[in-house]
């Protein structure tokens, strides 16, 4: 039987349970009547884990082919049940060009090309399993698709240092189900790189469409 102001989500409870060593039943079942609750359980990155937030991490490096350009897209698909955030995106270029990130318009929930797997950078698992592979794609293109919309545009010099695009935390990208970033390297036949790390968590039930 449903309790007066009852908590529905339940991974409040069970990082609270988890960094205690709480035992028995939740152990925050309520909020208050009045307008009175604070939230504020983030601790520090070492234990966003027991928030079911799980970390990532991968890099792709375009060598330099002659007459191509090339496309790289983040996307987490329409049907992954989780939410992502992008915590730093850096880049890096041998050769001076426009590197442009784009978002999804009319082009549809879609990879640019082969995707690849990626695996947690963190081993402590908080879910019952025994990997936790991301649920983001990531996807290349070295036909430089240039599809989406500009949404920020980063002119790199030629061998400079790598260029780190969010430098706090309200600079992070939220990527939802359905939606895509892309970065596209305007120069053929160069070589560039890029960084990404990021963390997800599943969808919680008001957030669902």
Known sequence: M????????GRYNRALQKLLGIKGTPPVRQI?????????????????????WYRYAFTFDQPAIPGLTTAVRFRNPANS?????????KIWSAGAQNIQMRQRDTIGDVNLGASSQIQGIE???FLPTTTQ????????????????????????PAGGSPLETITFEEQEWVIDPGQWFQ?????????WVIDFTWRERPLEESERQ
Do not use: C, H, K
Not at 2 to 9: C, S
Not at 32 to 51: C, K, Q, S
């Open 133 to 156: 592979r991301s649920n983001v794609n990531i996807s290349t293109d070295l036909a430089g698709n240039q599809q989406g919309t500009i949404v920020q545009l980063f002119p790199m």
């Open 32 to 52: 208050a009547g009045e307008i009175t609750p604070a939230l504020a359980m983030f601790y520090g990155v070492d234990n966003r884990f027991l928030e079911t």
């Open 81 to 89: 049940a989780i939410m992502a955030v992008l915590e730093s995106v």
């Open 2 to 9: 449903a309790i007066f102001n009852e908590i529905l989500v």
């Open 123 to 125: 081993r402590r698992q």
């Open 183 to 191: 970065w596209f390297g305007d120069l053929a036949n160069t070589r």
